[in-house]
């Protein structure tokens, strides 16, 4: 389980810590009065608050799926 959670863990660390560059499909325009400098690092701050709690989601996510993976091998 602990493995599980860390594998996902460490998924959702390095998915939330990508570069701006990649994450952004559509390439979004600063909002009226914003600069393009002023618009991503107001975007970088609102990612980097958020990249804690994405990990602990992929954490918790991957224990319920080590929990589910051994409850299928206790079955066999």
């Known amino acids: ?3 599980f ?3 996902a863990g460490y998924v959702g ?3 939330s810590t990508k570069p ?3 994450r952004l499909y559509v390439e979004v325009d600063p909002p009226e009065g914003m ?3 002023q618009y991503e690092r107001q975007l970088r701050k ?3 608050r958020w990249r804690i709690v994405t990990t ?3 954490a918790l996510a ?3 799926g080590g929990i589910l993976f051994l409850m299928v091998l206790a079955r066999r």
């Open 35 to 37: 600069t393009r400098r």
């Open 13 to 15: 660390w390095r998915r």
């Open 20 to 22: 701006l560059y990649r």
């Open 62 to 64: 991957g224990a319920v």
């Open 5 to 7: 959670a860390f594998a």
């Open 46 to 48: 609102r990612l980097k």
């Open 56 to 58: 602990v989601f992929y």
């Open 1 to 3: 389980m602990a493995t």
